[in-house]
């Protein structure tokens, strides 16, 4: 199974994995900024929660590691990063929280971590 496809699968069981009272998907049913906050925050005392944040976050840094290795073979001018890419809880709550609170239910939340990876890793 391709990296993506299982990422696509990995995000449709994340959304229904979640119970009623979770924070909502997007309207175009991608991971919020919301559930990805809510989920992260449940993670202490929640173990459901914490196997999904930890397993959307673990797709979210395997699959933006693949496509800049992919990228920097394929494209004509290479992609090159200074530093690792990396992934941390408070790296995802420090970027996330600078989306506005009353758009995190409709903000997706996968393109901001990985342009937050992107910067930070330092890629061109």
Known sequence: MNT??????LALSLGLALPAQAAPSTPDGEISVAQVVDLLERSATD???????????????ETTGLL???A?????????????LALSS???????????????DKTAATPILVD???RRAGCR
């Open 72 to 84: 920097g073979r394929r494209a004509p001018a290479s992609i090159t990063c200074i530093r690792p």
């Open 68 to 70: 800049v290795a992919e």
């Open 116 to 118: 937050d990876m992107l």
């Open 90 to 104: 408070a790296a995802v709550l420090a970027a996330l929280s600078r989306v506005e609170k009353g758009t995190r």
């Open 4 to 9: 993506l496809r299982a990422a696509a699968l």
């Open 47 to 61: 173990n459901a929660a914490r196997n999904a944040a930890m397993a959307y976050l673990a797709g979210v840094g």
